[in-house]
């Protein structure tokens, strides 16, 4: 007789309970109420499936072998048998290896019991119907096939004589899974007269290719197999004896490995994969900022579907550069890392209908932007790992054909940051700077859970694209701050449960974490200086320094960006960073401070220039009028027929009027290519700035953990306040059965006749005395539908004909009609 | 931080900061695959495009070579995607082979079997390709090489051509190193050698080099390596004629071997010398000269000033495709950017050499740019001030305040050959008057213009002026000073060959001077700065002078 799993996990002391809920953290979401309870949860289908699906495939195979060598009559196997199937193909793996894999499977409880009499979980057959791929045992299917299978010779001969199109097929199956279907009619004897031959086509492509599959039914190699009543279509089955014959040549459970395939490449210079992926990591914070600065000049409204309009994306990508899948990555990842949010538009601020909201920056771009290159590249990335936003989709069409955008909730997939961590996972743990190809990274991710990992070439595909785009990887290896910042996530979340009051993190508090710190050594330095040159380009040989890049945006034009960049000084620009407030003098000494080359005599007289020329015009507010103390450059404005529309009006030799606004004379003005200068009632000149626009600040998504669908990690102190509490449950469950015998069987033991007076009246002593005494008091009873039952309570009162009393298991107060009372026993 | 002497920009510019000790072994290393864009003083700028990285392909380059001297040299890291995209479009050239079967004559053949099947369906090729032969090759129909070259690179997949020449009709021309008719003996520069044997190696293509550092050599020299009937395309018949010269001075070539194609006259010779105009020429719709091409069995094609060849050209260049083409240029930018029919029609690049070095091996004489700013009279200035907008610059470029400072200019180097070029008649015969010298325009004949030419050569004449039509390939050797008094807008081309006339080497190594007048605060300043921006990207550091220090003597400073 085998125990139940339950009796087993009773038995268990409590540290290995609590190792199983640590192991399958599923099972404690709600709490169980008693250890029936816990195991019956253990056993469900779903929960089965969870434990299976983190397996690798070397355990899922010593699983299967489990499966296949159970005894038939009483469903057990034994860790010696599993070793026996495990190593009886021509490359066993190691015994200790099989051992291992037989202990990570007991400690999952999927299998249990002692070392000689283990059972399987039963739900295991469900998740997966055939253990190693190998179909069911013939006697099952088919008692002819069984006959055949019954004489190994026969079946032999019968294998040999198949035809190489057959042959083919049983291969194929017998690699697994075990079944095919065939097209309709195939298994059917053709027409007469169109008897033909068995075709030595290769495939099992349907028409005349179907006539294989017949000829291994005829010969019950194959069994067909009804799914429901429909026998159109077929399909076939191969037994589990045919399977195992032909897996002479890889052993019974096919293929082992016991450990992960090996990757071709050699690892590449680490230094070059670092400079690589900084490389891009400098690229990735500049676009995005590009990003943003676009939109806050040009804020894109949403759709009333959600999302960024696929028109404006692609107007995004054309001004910053780039292609529209990484536009919209960029987006993404500032949209996570709180970067961009929406913006309430009140009113008709836009020219389009309906759209009354904008994304645009937030508050929080401004704290980024005050970051160091490399602190803003790791809020990006961890953004990016932890968002659940399946970038990819955008661009493709959903199930309605409806383009998917930007943003919208039709990106958004729950299991992304979990495949992320996955892929990256592979990556991390080759040696450093190993560059796996695609397909090397997908058989890594089948080998570590099959169950997974199927099926799901593209979304890692798409992980490892995004990852290098990212530069979280650089010459597809990961990157050493890649490795920090992923083994930073990843123990911040294991952490989170052990330190629930933050005590040891220091995300938050402002030093630059160990990833930021090993990008940061691999970015250029920031530089206060540049180089000027006689086609007045200005040439930053680096980042610039924050008061650098604020000069340098102010008086000239951005032409080349990257590791270094390119500046143009022009007339426009030195008369914008005249016009906001910088002197002739201020532009020259910025130059001769910041240059390390001699200053070519052009930009000299171009500053010069225009300084002399700048504000030689002058406009006011009052009247809009325009004066200027040359005489001839009234006449020039006042002559120039592009102002026309202005209508201006000769006031005095040095004076022109108009009625219009100030802002369009300005306008209108700087247009035709003068450079007027705004002045107010008292004649001195007013700046201009551009103001910012900004969205409220939104909270960036890296503070969730990295994977939302994984349950929290629960610390030891809970997870054996969770057992204690289950003990409990078990505890009262198991008194329950306990009751005496007085009160269990009162009523049956006399037969189903009436309580004997004397019992009632022992039972109302007894009731009342324990009222007195506060005392536990097993209650026997008849309910309503005449059913006996029994109660471990402490009664509380007794008047009315009732008894009231609390039953400590429920903590619920009970009513007792005292003529149903059948008995009463003072509990021990 | 390597500390190396490049900065590669995302945008796909490279800065080479020349001061850098390794900024020479760089240069080198980047120079077969990057176009230099910009030389000023400090930071070079280069820039990779497809047709440099194809370029660079098609002389045997490969992509991981570049990548390597990409990461070798730059300061920073070099952005992944960058390295990609390198990768990528390097790969992309010569998958598709143009070759010739043994039995079906020109085929498309493909070395990546996908490529094929995406360009045979792209409606561009329809009608270019004929049978398929087999899954890898496409018959072509041979008259279709040009255009099929020219549409696979617009496709992105350009072709290698290994289809071969015809070597033409043979005849006998050596160059004549050792001196002909009592001339002094003279040898080829080394770059120049080096420039014909990249070509020649190549099969076709084009040679880079800078005016004035002997274009018409490498010219000769590619001639005497074919030894066959030659066809030279070149912009007028001034420049036609000064070919004539160089060949007969510098090649075993004589008067009598050489024809020239022009508007005057129509001879078909071994070696023919027509112009672009007389080609393009049309008459009731039809281009009446075409037969030239045709004419005899050309081994080799030559084009002058490859940026400056007309559309209709490329047309019929297309059909030319099985001949040996050379062209010669002094940049590869073009102003209606057609660079890629260059470089599928002509073929690509074979040798460049950025100027300055060329001028430090001390080849072309250095220049000094000088701006020379002249104040408008409150007159001119009012009345630029209400002129209409098209005749402003006329107005401004034209002041008659100029011609004093023009003199001043002229008189500061009495012992030199000066140039004064300008680009209104009015001002030039205005500029002849005041300078009392010859002009040569539009309307001056050839006759007279060589004999102006010869006179000026000689040092008859001292100051010449001349229009626009100085612009182009004529030969004006020991001016020693140009001075410009207005240009066609902003034209860097313009400005190029302006700077070309005094570029020409001078016998005893003077310095030259190229002066530029510009009326101040006017939109002359502005074109001025545009293509003084030219000058300095190509290196030479221009100052900027008040006419009143031309003018006056200096006044005596008080210290």
Request: glycine fraction near 8%.
């Amino acid at each position: 007789m085998t125990t139940s799993l339950a009796d087993h996990l009773r038995s268990l002391p409590d540290e290995s309970l609590a190792a199983l809920l640590q192991l399958r953290p599923d099972l404690v979401v709600p709490v169980p109420a008693d250890v029936s309870a816990l195991a019956i949860r253990a056993q469900s289908r779903v929960s089965v499936a969870r434990a299976l699906d983190g397996l690798d495939q070397f355990t899922l195979q010593i699983l299967d072998a489990a499966r296949l060598t159970r005894n038939p009559d009483d469903g057990t196997t034994a860790t010696d048998t599993v070793l026996a199937m495990a190593t009886a193909g021509p490359q066993p793996p190691a015994p200790t290896a099989v051992r291992a894999a037989v202990g990570r499977l007991r400690a999952l409880f999927l299998l249990y019991g002692p070392e000689h009499a283990l059972q399987v979980v039963p739900a295991v057959d469900e998740v997966a119907p055939y253990p190693a791929g190998l179909g069911r045992p013939a006697a099952e299917l088919d008692p002819r096939t069984a006959s055949l299978c019954a004489d190994p010779a026969k079946l032999r001969r019968t294998l040999l004589a198949a035809p190489p199109s057959a042959r083919a097929i049983l291969d194929r199956l017998a690699a697994g899974p075990p079944v095919g279907s065939v097209p309709p009619g195939a298994l059917q004897a053709p027409p007469l007269g169109a008897e033909d031959p068995v075709l030595s086509d290769p495939t099992n492509g349907g028409g005349p290719a179907g006539s294989p599959v017949r000829w291994l039914v005829d010969n019950r190699l194959l069994v067909p197999v009804t799914t429901g009543s429909s026998t159109a279509a077929g399909t076939v089955e191969l037994p589990r004896e045919v399977g195992l014959l032909l897996r002479r040549d890889s052993g019974p459970l096919g293929p082992l490995r016991t450990s992960p395939p090996r990757v071709a490449a050699a690892p590449r210079e680490p230094k070059a994969v670092d400079s690589a992926g900084a490389g891009q990591a400098m690229e990735v914070v500049r676009h995005t900022e590009g990003l943003l600065e676009q939109l806050a000049d040009e804020p894109a409204p949403v759709l009333r579907s959600g999302g960024i309009g696929v028109r404006d994306l692609r107007r995004l990508a054309r001004t910053a550069g780039l292609d529209e899948p990484m536009t919209a990555l960029l987006l993404e990842v500032a949209y996570a890392a709180g970067l961009a949010g929406e913006l309430e538009m009140p009113g008709a601020t836009t020219s389009r209908y309906g759209a009354d909201q904008q994304v645009l920056p937030t508050g929080g771009y401004e704290v980024w932007r005050a970051a160091s290159l490399a602190q803003r590249w790791e809020q990006l990335a961890r953004a990016w790992l932890t968002m659940t936003r399946q970038v990819g989709l955008v661009g493709r069409r959903d199930d309605r054909d409806r383009p998917i955008t930007a943003l919208s909730a039709e990106a958004e997939r729950a299991g992304v940051p979990a495949t992320r961590r996955a892929v990256l996972g592979v990556l991390a743990d080759l040696e450093p700077a190993t560059a796996p190809s695609p397909e090397e990274v997908q058989d890594l991710l089948d080998w570590r859970a099959p169950r997974r990992s199927r099926g799901r070439d593209a979304a890692h595909r798409e992980v490892l694209a995004e990852a290098a785009q990212l530069g979280v990887t650089g010459l597809g290896a990961l990157t050493s701050y890649g490795r920090l910042l992923l083994g930073d996530l990843t123990s911040t979340d294991e952490r989170n449960g052990d330190d629930p009051l933050g005590v040891h993190a220091d995300i938050e508090s402002g030093d630059p974490s160990g990833a930021a710190r090993a990008l940061d050594a691999l970015l250029p330095a920031p530089v206060d200086h540049f180089l000027v040159q006689a086609d007045l380009t200005v040439v930053v040989p680096g980042p610039p320094e924050p008061a650098l890049g604020v000069e340098l945006e102010a008086m000239t034009e951005l032409e080349s960006a990257g590791g270094a960049s390119v500046h143009r000084v022009t007339t426009a620009s030195v008369r914008r960073a005249l016009d906001s407030g910088y002197t002739a003098d201020d532009l020259h000494d910025v130059f001769r401070r910041r240059s390390r080359t001699p200053i070519p005599q052009g930009l000299t007289y171009l500053v010069d220039d225009v300084a002399r020329k700048h504000g030689g015009l002058r406009v006011g507010l009052a009247g809009a009028y325009l004066r200027s103390d040359d005489e001839t450059l009234i006449s020039e404005v006042l002559a120039d027929r592009r102002l026309e529309s202005l209508a201006l009006r000769r006031l005095a030799p040095t004076v022109l009027c108009t009625q219009y606004q100030v802002g369009r004379l300005l306008g209108a003005l700087r247009d035709a290519g003068y450079a007027p200068v705004q002045e107010d009632g008292t004649g001195s000149t007013v700046l201009t700035r551009p103001r910012i626009r900004r969205a409220p600040p939104r909270v960036s998504v890296t503070t969730r953990t990295l994977d939302p669908l994984a349950a929290p990690k629960l610390p030891m102190p809970r997870l054996l306040g969770v057992v204690e509490h289950i003990r409990r449950g078990d505890a009262a469950a198991r008194a329950a059965r306990r009751a005496p015998a007085v009160v269990r069987g009162g009523a049956a033991g006399l037969g189903g006749g009436p309580v004997p007076a004397h019992t009632h009246s022992e039972a109302l002593a007894v009731l009342q005395q324990a009222v007195r005494d506060k005392a536990l008091v097993w209650v026997g009873y008849v309910d309503a539908h005449g059913a006996t039952a029994s109660r471990l309570v402490k009664p509380v009162s007794i008047g009315a004909g009732y008894l009231r009393a609390e039953d400590e298991r429920t903590e619920m107060l009970h009513t007792f009609a005292l003529h149903r009372v059948t008995a009463a026993v003072l509990a021990d | 931080m390597s500390g190396g002497p490049l900065i590669v920009q995302s945008d796909k510019t490279l800065l080479l900061e020349i001061d850098h000790p390794d900024a020479q072994a760089c240069r080198m290393a980047i120079a077969p695959f990057a176009e230099l864009e910009r030389s000023p003083e400090h930071v070079h700028t280069y820039r990779l495009t497809p047709l440099g990285l194809w370029n660079a392909r098609a002389a045997g380059h490969d992509a991981e070579g570049v990548v390597d001297s990409l990461i070798k040299y730059s300061r920073y890291p070099v952005p992944h995607a960058l390295l990609v995209d390198v990768a990528d479009t390097m790969d992309r050239y010569g998958r598709l082979q143009l070759a010739n079967d043994p039995a079906y004559g020109l085929v498309l053949r493909a070395l990546d079997r996908l490529v094929l099947i995406e360009v045979a369906k792209s409606k561009k090729l329809a009608g270019m390709l004929g049978d398929k032969i087999d899954d890898d090759t496409i018959r072509v129909h041979p008259s279709e090489r040009g255009r099929l070259k020219q549409a696979l690179l617009k496709l992105g997949w350009p072709a290698e051509d290994l289809a071969g020449y015809v070597d033409g009709e043979a005849h006998p021309i050596e160059l004549a190193e050792a001196g002909k008719d009592g001339r002094k003996p003279w040898t080829l520069r080394s770059y120049q050698r080096e420039a014909v044997e990249a070509f020649w190696a190549g099969g076709s293509g084009v040679v880079v080099l800078p005016c004035g550092a002997g274009k018409t050599l490498v010219g000769a020299a590619a001639m005497a390596e074919a030894k066959a009937t030659t066809l030279i395309l070149v912009t007028n018949t001034v420049a036609g004629r000064q070919w004539k010269r160089e060949l007969i001075a510098r090649t075993s070539l004589t008067e009598e071997e050489i024809g020239e194609y022009s508007g005057e006259r129509k001879e078909i010779r071994p070696v023919t010398i027509a112009t672009y105009q007389v080609l393009t020429s049309r008459r009731g719709g039809a281009f009446t000269h075409l037969d030239l091409f045709g004419a005899r069995d050309w081994g080799l094609v030559v084009y002058d000033e490859v940026h400056l060849l007309p559309a209709p050209i490329f047309r019929f260049t297309a059909d030319l495709q099985a001949r040996r083409r050379l062209g010669l240029t002094a940049t590869l930018v073009r102003e209606d950017g057609r660079e890629g029919d260059v470089f599928s029609l002509i073929g690509p690049k074979r040798y460049d050499a950025p100027w300055k070095d060329i001028e430090s091996q001390g080849w072309i004489a250095p220049a000094e740019c000088t701006e020379v700013r002249v104040t408008l009279t409150d007159a001119e200035r009012m009345s630029y001030a209400t002129a209409e907008a098209e005749e402003r610059y006329r107005m401004a470029a034209t002041a008659r305040t100029k011609l004093p400072v023009v003199k001043a200019l002229v008189d500061r180097h009495p012992d030199d050959q000066v140039l004064v070029i300008g680009a209104y008649i009015d001002q030039l015969h205005q500029l002849g008057e005041y300078l009392d010298a010859p002009i040569i325009q539009g309307s001056t004949t050839n006759k007279e213009r060589e004999r102006l030419f010869d006179a000026f050569r000689t040092g008859e004449i001292r100051t010449l002026v001349i229009s626009k039509v100085g612009n182009f390939s004529i030969d004006l050797p020991e001016a020693a000073v140009a001075i410009q008094v207005s240009g066609t807008f902003g034209s860097r081309q313009e400005e190029a060959q302006r700077l070309g006339r005094v570029l020409r080497p001078k016998a005893d190594g003077r310095q030259a001077h190229f002066y530029t007048v510009v009326s101040r605060d006017t939109i002359d300043t502005e074109y001025a700065a545009h293509r003084q921006r030219f000058l300095a990207e190509q290196g030479y550091a221009y100052t900027i002078v008040d006419a009143d220090d031309v003018l006056g003597p200096k006044l005596p400073t008080v210290d």
